[in-house]
């Protein structure tokens, strides 16, 4: 069973053994997988791990954004299947109570990635359908919304 817990001492070390996936924006300011793992976390207002307690599929947070939101950032081991089904579970618990507290929340996603994709959808979020290039023409992404639960506060201002 996959459990979302708060990051912890000597998660980023282990985690930096086995990420696969990584927004290169942040590797392009750092030296070494583990730099980013630590400059990600550093700069989140929460982060967590997915985990069995034996091993760390994915590492996750959330920088601040605009006022009320976030942009949501995950890096996995590239291996969910062995645990899909309790994953899937366990972040929609967990994408529920996130939203509980902002206006809405951004996220990125590579356009080849098409099982992240399909997450984010099943999570809610709208993908946009327009292809934007990351840094140093490595790869297109698209960009993700979802409303949280702040929003109508924000529409009926």
Known sequence: MISVVPVKEGNIEEFSKVATTFDPRILDECPDVQSAL???VDESTSSWVC???KRIFVLCGVFPHKEGSAFFWLMSDGDLESCRYSFLKQ???FFN?????YTYIVAVV???HEKSIKWLK???FEIMPE???YAHG???YYNAWIKGALWTQLVSE
């Open 131 to 133: 292809k934007l290039p």
């Open 91 to 93: 972040t929609r618990i």
């Open 97 to 101: 109570r996130l939203l509980e507290d």
């Open 110 to 112: 590579n356009t080849e």
């Open 38 to 40: 630590y400059k990600a």
């Open 138 to 140: 490595r790869a297109t």
């Open 122 to 124: 099943w999570l809610g």
């Open 51 to 53: 985990t069995d307690g």
